[in-house]
Nanobody, 124 residues
């Protein structure tokens, strides 16, 4: 397994921006597809976006498609989630995860390495 650490969360006003980072250690992240997921209080964990091992393929869910961008820098062993035009409903703990499926996936069951999460709170 690869060890993942998220950072970059915080409190932001609606309409603001944040960039989350997911740094890997233990193994090179370039061998893995990576996904971002989020879990709001009292709700199930849901997918946000995923990126293939090379970064050439990205998929985002409809609710964030025009606002969030997933990217990666394999030289830095890091994946990013750029979040713009944030809304109160984006408030959640955000997790990154790594899968051996190199094209990535939006399904949580495909992932066996998870970070500890970072809190994002968007105030209205």
């Amino acid at each position: 397994q690869v060890q993942l650490v998220e950072s970059g969360g915080g409190l932001v006003q609606a309409g603001g921006s944040l960039r989350l980072s997911c740094a890997a250690s233990g193994r090179t992240l370039s061998n893995y597809g990576v996904g971002w997921f989020r879990q709001a209080a009292g709700k199930e964990r849901e997918p946000v976006a995923t990126i293939s091992w090379s970064g050439e393929l990205t998929v985002s869910v409809d609710s964030v498609k025009d606002r969030f961008t997933i990217s990666r820098d394999n030289a830095k062993n890091t994946v990013y989630l750029e979040m713009n035009t944030l809304k109160p409903e984006d408030t959640a703990v955000y997790y990154c995860a790594a899968t051996r499926l190199r094209i990535g996936s939006l399904h949580t069951y495909m992932y066996d390495s998870w970070g500890q999460g970072t809190q994002v709170t968007v105030s209205s």
